[in-house]
C-alpha cells in the first residue's frame, strides 16, 4: 500500500490530479474498497494502482494524441516562419549585395579623385618651382639712381633749355 502523495509522486503527477481520477465518476466504482484511510491519510493498494494506471495510459494516449496534434501545428507553423526567415534572408543578401557594389564603385571613383587630387597638388608644386625659377633668372631691377633727383634738382635751377635760351 501507499499514499496518494507517494503514488502521484513515482508518476510525476500531482496529488491533486490523482485525488480527481479517484472522485471520479469513471473510477469510484471499480476502485471502492480499493482505498483505505490510514490515520487520515488516503492509501491506495496494488489493485487501485493498476486500476489508476490503465485509465493513465489511456489518457496518455489520449494526450499523446493532442500533443501530436499540437506538435504538427507547431511544426506547420515553423516551416511557414522558415520559408518566410529564407525570403527575408534572400532580400536582405541581395541588398547587401547592392550595396556592396555601390561601395566598390564609390571606392573607385573616391581613388580616382585622389589620383586627380595628387596630379593637381604635384603640378602646383612643378608651377610654384618653375615661378620661383623665373623670378630668380629674371634680371634684377635696376636701383634708382642716388644722383639722379639731385640732377634733376640741377635742372630745376637751369631749367630746360628753351626757358634758358630766352631768358638770355
Not at 511557414?80 to 557594389?101: G, T
Request: with cysteine; glycine share 2%; proline share 2%.
Amino acid at each position: 500500500m501507499i499514499t496518494v502523495k507517494e503514488y502521484a509522486d513515482k508518476n510525476g503527477v500531482t496529488a491533486q490530479s490523482v485525488y480527481k481520477r479517484i472522485n471520479s465518476k469513471k473510477l469510484k466504482d471499480r476502485l471502492k474498497g480499493h482505498i483505505v484511510i490510514e490515520y487520515g491519510v488516503k492509501c491506495l493498494d496494488d489493485v487501485a494502482i493498476e486500476i489508476l494506471n490503465e485509465t493513465k495510459k489511456v489518457s496518455t494516449n489520449t494526450l499523446s494524441v493532442v500533443k501530436n496534434k499540437e506538435n504538427k501545428e507547431e511544426l506547420e507553423k515553423l516551416k511557414e516562419e522558415n520559408e518566410r526567415l529564407k525570403d527575408e534572408l534572400i532580400h536582405k543578401q541581395n541588398k547587401y549585395e547592392n550595396v556592396l557594389e555601390q561601395l566598390l564603385i564609390a571606392q573607385k571613383q573616391i581613388a580616382e579623385k585622389d589620383k586627380q587630387l595628387l596630379e593637381y597638388q604635384n603640378l602646383e608644386k612643378e608651377k610654384n618651382i618653375l615661378d620661383r625659377e623665373e623670378k630668380e633668372t629674371r634680371e634684377p631691377e635696376p636701383e634708382p639712381d642716388k644722383t639722379e633727383p639731385e640732377n634733376h634738382k640741377n635742372e630745376e635751377k637751369k631749367g630746360n633749355w628753351f626757358t634758358r635760351l630766352f631768358k638770355r
